[in-house]
């Protein structure tokens, strides 16, 4: 059975640890990049697998997102994984695609994703706050506000909202089947929550990986040639061929 006040307990803990409180919204792509044994990986994973996570020795591992999902997804995802990272004895972890299946680690991954990103009693003090403005009772634009300060999908605000008893579960079913990015852009908000990296950016590996190839090199170890192909074979044409961001080559 999922106890979600421990897991309430562990979000809090791990927020934490990594520096952060638990009243703010974090940039959780820039935590992970600071755990320093960590390897993430950008990778278009199919439409039923939103993340994975593989542990090995010496505390290394690596952490895969579908990166041809949306970012609010793909933040999700992260904080799932963090969870199997930090909470789960396992080795190996698959996130699937939708929220609340799989097995009960599974649904205890994203139990603890969701306060890790939206804590609890900071949900609770934006909720209140904006719901205080028009007779007590939450509505679309509210989700919206919610999901774009927490930088959450519109699923996971909705879900946790339904899970701290601001909707009811008939509003939560009704919510989930809206689409919110052209009300979300009306509302004066970016909708790059709600879509996919660009296809230049849906292919990347950050972390871990590329640092030891960095050592492996400065220690002579390898040659220049096999530094250039551990890069590529981690999509990080970039470094090897000096391309910023959006495919101009730096001069």
């Known amino acids: 059975m999922v106890d979600y006040a ?3 307990t562990k979000a809090e803990r791990l927020r934490k640890q990594l520096g952060e409180d638990n009243n703010s919204p974090v940039d959780i792509f820039a935590l992970a990049q600071g755990i320093e044994t960590l390897t993430i990986v950008y990778y278009p994973l199919g439409k039923k697998i939103s993340g994975m996570c593989v542990k090995g020795a010496d505390e290394r591992c690596t952490i895969a997102l ?21 909470y789960d004895d396992n080795m190996k972890s698959v996130c ?55 930088g959450v999908s519109h699923q996971t605000a909705v879900y946790q909202l339904n899970n701290c008893g601001y909707i009811s579960r008939d509003d939560r079913d009704a919510w989930l089947n809206i689409s919110v ?19 230049n950016r849906q292919y990347c ?47």
Do not use: C, W
């Open 6 to 8: 421990d897991l309430m």
């Open 66 to 86: 579908n990166s041809s999902m949306t970012l609010g997804r793909q933040r999700f995802s992260l904080a799932h994984e963090f969870y199997h990272l930090f």
């Open 96 to 150: 699937a695609k939708s929220i609340g299946t799989g097995s009960e680690v599974e649904k205890m991954a994203d139990a603890f994703a969701a306060y890790f990103l939206m804590p609890r009693a900071a949900l609770a003090d934006k909720a209140d706050s904006l719901i205080s403005k028009h007779g007590g009772k939450i509505i679309l634009q509210d989700i919206i506000r919610i999901e774009q300060y927490f």
């Open 181 to 199: 990015k052209r009300q979300a852009e009306e509302m004066g908000f970016s909708s790059d929550l709600y879509r996919p990296f660009s296809e």
């Open 205 to 251: 590996t950050y972390g871990h990986y590329i640092d030891q190839a960095d050592q492996l090199l400065k220690r002579n170890i390898i040659s220049y040639g096999k530094y250039e192909e551990l890069l590529l074979a981690a999509f990080r044409d970039d470094l090897v061929y000096g391309i910023e961001e959006g495919g101009e080559l730096i001069d």
